[in-house]
């Protein structure tokens, strides 16, 4: 019988909702469950395309003894860090202190006030390599807890009140200036791996954000190095297993240093970062390798990720079906020798094998291999051709819920990356996407929820990253489209964060005021597998300010940006999107106002100069003379009755401009 996981709208949760684990979901109904039976509550957080949630589930919730043993002695409740990002990163905080490490299945052990006093990760069904069974787990917390339930009350109430006394204090020191930023360059070049590109050993994650900041540094100030770091790096990426190469899209990262074998979920958070970077690296190198990554993980994330109503859903698994009923890690993707030859026939299988490093030994498990691209370009007919053998495979399953956050990521990725190419279908994407979140996710006073599925808003509030992340894909689409709505609905967006998510001295918080009170207020400025939300928050107020010329807007992102001048010099890998928007600030950012008629090509000359200006973080508004859909556009006049462009930069504008080449100097650092 279906617990009472079966009404969540959560993909991960739904997976368990035939567990003979009677679960709860995170309710305060389940720790006054707790309470009155007097029993501990077993936390149980993960995600839908966690391969070891699935294999913890499969060996230990699905079995029906461990089962009858914990509805017994706990209260189990489930977690999906997606849509709890929040209670995630309070316990996880507690984990990582605990045992100096983290990682999902995240396994806590809470008291009936939801305070926490044992931690765990993945506990295997049998006792394996020192780690303790999780029936043996399961027996010693409850043996502690029958037997000294003082000590673990006093075990639980410090570590409590240890967590809640954490906060930050670096706000409103200011915004990092060239000494900061120069210092973080130093860093980042010091831990980059020269041979393989990257930064740092295995695992090795795609480092999008910093990428980001090493071309905002390179085009304020010419700094080869960067650039060369950023482009080895995206080649290795697109040359290795960690990039799909017959379908597009990358997968969550590489067990090696060398970008060879990937964990093989595939997020659409990394894709669309990653499908910015490359966009953004055509931008500033012409390349052509730059330009296939880019419209191929656009073109993945739309035929792959995106749902019925219009959004994006979160990822796909790693997990599929290899053919025989067992499930199994990159059975999808990974490639022997003999199924090429099924699929292309002696000759042509050798080709292939040759051309993306497949091997007899293989380079995965059992003999397979991931696909690679070492040397030349792929030849489109053998892509085409595995592709379609690949499509009779059994699929990894999706996890169709629609992040508010993600989603803003994926808006703003389609939009450049159709106005770059000439993909007006990508921008229609976005559009559609953007309508979705403002219908959808968006209540009367601008409050947004996280999560919705198949059309089906969630329960859960939107955090730091919903509001800001959902701002920068408003403020990219609204540059784009030269629809003003977009600017509109990211100032109702951004309002929120100025009055709900701000602390003292410009800090940022990852929930509301309002919000449900958890055992410490989550609070992480570091930039991890996405921008956090400080410092997107950061990025998309400054944006704002350069639109509307509102103090209070930029005033903000500067308190901000505090934590940034006091991260970057010692942990820069940890705070990429942090360094790219002090990036944009300490170039202006610029505001490049275009004015003309919209069937003007002259007009669309000008706006297409403008987006793919190397300027970082400049923000631009087009529009009809007299049109008042932008604040950047008052009092901005044709030029002789042509179409022209304004660029505008600390309180101070330069004379406009009307061809194509003068606003690409205008543009220059």
Request: proline share 6%; glycine share 12%.
């Given at each position: 019988m279906p617990n009472r996981l079966a009404h969540e709208t959560s993909p991960y949760l739904l997976q368990h909702a035939d567990n003979p684990v009677d679960w709860w979901p995170w309710t305060p109904e389940a720790f006054e469950e707790a309470r009155r039976r007097e029993v501990p509550v077993l936390l149980s957080v993960g995600y839908s395309s966690c391969h070891w949630c699935h294999v913890m589930a499969h060996e230990s919730f699905e079995d029906e003894q461990t089962a009858a043993y914990l509805n017994e002695h706990f209260v189990a409740v489930k977690v999906d860090r997606e849509e709890r990002p929040d209670v995630d990163a309070v316990y996880m905080e507690?984990?990582?202190?605990?045992?100096?490490?983290?990682?999902?299945?995240?396994?806590?052990?809470l008291t009936g006030d939801a305070e926490p006093f044992y931690f765990g990760t993945y506990f295997p069904p049998e006792p394996r390599h020192g780690m303790a069974s999780f029936r043996q787990v399961l027996e010693g917390v409850a043996a502690a807890w029958?037997?000294?339930?003082?000590?673990?009350?006093?075990?639980?109430?410090?570590?409590?009140?240890?967590?809640?006394?954490?906060?930050?204090?670096?706000?409103?020191?200011?915004?990092?200036?060239?000494?900061?930023?120069?210092?973080?360059?130093?860093?980042?070049?010091?831990?980059?791996?020269?041979?393989?590109?990257?930064?740092?050993?295995?695992?090795?994650?795609?480092?999008?954000?910093?990428?980001?900041?090493?071309?905002?540094?390179?085009?304020?100030?010419?700094?080869?190095?960067?650039?060369?770091?950023?482009?080895?790096?995206?080649?290795?990426?697109?040359?290795?297993?960690?990039?799909?190469?017959?379908?597009?899209?990358?997968?969550?990262?590489?067990?090696?240093?060398?970008?060879?074998?990937?964990?093989?979920?595939?997020?659409?958070?990394?894709?669309?970062?990653?499908?910015?970077?490359?966009?953004?690296?055509?931008?500033?190198?012409?390349?052509?390798?730059?330009?296939?990554?880019?419209l191929e993980t656009a073109d993945f994330m739309v035929r792959e990720l995106r749902t019925p109503e219009g959004g994006f859903a979160s990822a796909l698994d790693a997990d599929s079906d290899d053919g025989t009923g067992h499930t199994v890690e990159g059975a999808f993707y990974a490639w022997t020798p003999e199924q090429l030859r099924a699929a292309l026939g002696d000759e042509d299988a050798g080709r292939a094998a040759d051309l993306f490093g497949v091997t007899a030994e293989g380079t995965f498990e059992e003999g397979a291999s991931v696909l690679q691209l070492p040397g030349a370009e792929a030849d489109p007919e053998l892509r085409r051709r595995l592709l379609a053998a690949r499509a009779e495979r059994p699929r990894p399953e999706r996890d169709d819920k629609v992040v508010a956050a993600w989603n803003g990521l994926a808006i703003a990725a389609l939009a450049e990356v159709g106005a770059y190419f000439d993909r007006p279908d990508l921008i229609e994407r976005a559009t559609e996407a953007a309508d979705l979140l403002v219908r959808l996710h968006l209540d009367p006073h601008a409050r947004l929820r996280r999560t919705s599925r198949d059309g089906r808003v969630g329960a859960n509030a939107g955090v730091l990253e919903d509001y800001a992340d959902v701002a920068e894909g408003f403020l990219a689409l609204a540059g784009v489209t030269g629809e003003g709505v977009w600017l509109e609905f990211s100032g109702f967006l951004l309002d929120i964060v100025l009055d709900q998510f701000r602390g003292e001295n410009g800090t940022l918080y990852d929930t509301a005021h309002d919000a449900e009170r958890l055992i410490r207020r989550p609070q992480d400025p570091t930039d991890n597998a996405t921008p956090s939300g400080w410092t997107a928050a950061a990025g998309a107020l400054l944006s704002y300010a350069a639109h509307t010329g509102s103090t209070a807007h930029r005033t903000a992102a500067e308190d901000a940006l505090g934590v940034v001048?006091?991260?970057?010099?010692?942990?820069?890998?940890?705070?990429?999107?942090?360094?790219?928007?002090?990036?944009?600030?300490?170039?202006?950012?610029?505001?490049?106002?275009?004015?003309?008629?919209?069937?003007?090509?002259?007009?669309?000359?000008?706006?297409?100069?403008?987006?793919?200006?190397?300027?970082?973080?400049?923000?631009?508004?087009?529009?009809?003379?007299?049109?008042?859909?932008?604040?950047?556009?008052?009092?901005?006049?044709?030029?002789?009755?042509?179409?022209?462009?304004?660029?505008?930069?600390?309180?101070?504008?330069?004379?406009?401009?009307?061809?194509?080449?003068?606003?690409?100097?205008?543009?220059?650092?």
């Open positions: 507690a984990v990582q202190a605990a045992t100096g490490q983290g990682g999902w299945p995240m396994t806590v052990f029958k037997d000294r339930r003082t000590e673990v009350a006093e075990v639980a109430q410090r570590i409590a009140r240890d967590l809640s006394e954490r906060s930050f204090t670096h706000g409103g020191d200011g915004a990092p200036g060239e000494e900061q930023l120069a210092q973080a360059l130093l860093n980042l070049t010091r831990d980059y791996d020269e041979r393989h590109g990257g930064f740092g050993g295995a695992p090795k994650f795609p480092p999008s954000m910093v990428l980001e900041f090493l071309l905002r540094h390179h085009a304020r100030t010419g700094a080869d190095g960067a650039l060369q770091m950023v482009a080895e790096t995206c080649e290795a990426m697109a040359r290795g297993g960690i990039y799909d190469q017959l379908g597009g899209g990358f997968a969550r990262y590489a067990v090696d240093r060398e970008w060879v074998v990937p964990h093989f979920e595939k997020m659409l958070y990394d894709n669309a970062l990653l499908c910015r970077v490359y966009a953004h690296l055509w931008r500033a190198t012409g390349s052509d390798l730059a330009r296939r990554i880019a001048k006091a991260l970057a010099p010692k942990a820069p890998r940890f705070i990429g999107w942090g360094l790219a928007v002090a990036e944009a600030h300490l170039d202006g950012p610029r505001e490049v106002a275009v004015v003309g008629a919209s069937a003007d090509p002259l007009t669309d000359e000008l706006h297409r100069t403008a987006l793919l200006g190397h300027a970082p973080g400049a923000v631009v508004a087009r529009g009809e003379p007299g049109g008042d859909e932008f604040p950047l556009l008052k009092d901005r006049p044709l030029v002789a009755g042509e179409a022209a462009a304004y660029v505008c930069r600390g309180f101070v504008c330069r004379m406009p401009v009307t061809t194509s080449e003068e606003l690409e100097r205008e543009l220059r650092p």
